[in-house]
Every structure is written in C-alpha cells, then in structure tokens.
C-alpha cells in the first residue's frame, strides 16, 4: 500500500481566495491524480498530475482554476483558485504505486467550506 | 465511454444481516479493472479490492464476497454478519487497463444498526 497524506485537512476559505493543498507520498508512485468530492456526490476527477510537466486536465476543469504542481515522484499540490461556495468540497489526492500491482490509493482528503 | 451504475443509494439494516451492493458497468474496453471502495464517515477511501476483468473468479475476505458476472457487467459486493463499522458509503470504481483513470459510480450508503 502507500501512505499518504493531505494538508490541510480542512478549511474555511472566503470566496475570492485561493487554497494550495499538498499531497505528500512515503514511495515513489507512479501516478498521482486529484480527485474533487461534492458534497453527498460521487467522485470526478480533475487532473492527472505529471512530474516536471503541466498537469493534464479533464473536461470541465481549467488550470486557471485549478494549477497542479508535481515536482519530484512523491508531491503534489492543487491550488483552488479564486474560490466560490460552489467550490466546498473534498479534493482528494490519489496515487498508484511504482511496480505495484495496479490499486490505487486515495488520500485522507482535505474538507474545503467556502463561505 | 465508461459508466458505473449503483442504482441503490441507501441500504439499512440491523447488525448480523447480510446486505448487497449492486454495482452495473459499461465500457467498450475489452480488458478492464473493477474496483470497490469504501468511505466511511472520517472521509478517507479505503480500498478493499480490485478485479482483473478476465477473472471472473469470486473473492471472500473475510466477511466481504464478491460476485464478479462478465455476462450481466455486474460486479456485487456482499458483506455478511454486518456490524456497526461496515456502516459507510461503498463505491464501485472501473477504469481500462491501459489507463489510471477511475470512473465511480454515486456510491450506496449503508446504515448497520444496533
């Protein structure tokens, strides 16, 4: 399995603010993606991160709203930008392992209340 | 196109009963991996398992079974004797095997009473 961890792992924001998330892995993993959570809803994801390279986004999600970063093997982070209530969410980092045997981990999520 | 299909979104019962999560799926892909995922109220998705979709083999863990039919696309989970703890939201994931992408059905809240 991986050990992952988010920060923070809630937060109230003002609209028009932004949040930086990070995503921190105890391996390195081979893929790492970020996953938003509505409230009472399914999970979507947003966008692969890739290292060293732009983030490759799903359809529906922007990276002016959502910059990623990846710089090494094990972190990551998503910025939520220029926030709105429409934005309260669980954003959820996920990754799979280097040589593993393809299951796919999830984060303990981070909590984001927009106000 | 992939699409996963958990047409119950909640399911109560009282501790000891056997209870089923449905799950349906579609995809064009001739290979192809299920997944189940459970979220209980701390938030995290804990994994509980991975299916291959040219092994149709049933699975127990413990008190967890599931039932994988490649002929009806279903992919059911079943947890016997449930407890307080198995109360949760259980989602059923599919992704192609040549791709990391997860497509999650809406998930079924389960309720195990006292």
């Known amino acids: 399995s991986a050990v992952i961890s988010q920060k923070p792992s809630r937060d109230i924001c003002q609209r028009g603010t932004s949040l930086t998330i990070q995503c921190q892995v105890d391996?390195?993993?081979?893929?790492m993606f970020w996953y938003r959570q509505q409230p009472g809803q399914s999970l979507t994801l947003i966008a692969t991160?890739?290292?060293?390279?732009?983030?490759?986004?799903e359809s529906g999600f922007v990276i002016d709203k959502f910059p990623i970063s990846r710089p090494n093997l094990t972190f990551s982070t998503l910025t939520v930008s220029n926030m709105s209530p429409e934005d309260s969410s669980i954003y959820l980092c996920?990754?799979?392992?280097?040589?593993?045997?393809?299951?796919?981990?999830f984060g303990p999520g981070t909590r984001l209340t927009v106000t | 196109a992939q699409k996963v299909t958990q047409a119950q979104t909640e399911i109560s019962v009282v501790e000891k009963e056997d209870v089923t999560l449905d799950c349906v799926y579609e995809?064009?892909?001739?290979?192809?991996?299920l997944f189940w995922y459970k979220q209980p109220p701390s938030g995290e998705l804990v994994f509980l398992i991975r299916?291959?979709?040219?092994?149709?083999q049933n699975e127990i863990s413990g008190r967890y079974s599931w039932n994988f039919q490649k002929s009806t696309s279903s992919f059911n989970f079943t947890i016997t004797a449930s407890q307080v703890v198995d109360s949760a939201v259980y989602f059923c994931?599919?992704?192609?095997?040549?791709?990391?992408?997860?497509?999650f059905g809406a998930g079924t809240t389960v309720t195990v009473g006292a």
């Open positions: 996920s990754v799979v392992k280097s040589g593993g045997g393809y299951e796919q981990y």
């Open positions: 391996s390195q993993v081979t893929m």
């Open positions: 991160a890739n290292q060293g390279s732009e983030a490759t986004y």
């Open positions: 995809t064009r892909d001739t290979t192809y991996y």
């Open positions: 299916r291959n979709s040219f092994d149709e």
């Open positions: 994931a599919l992704r192609p095997s040549n791709d990391y992408k997860l497509s």
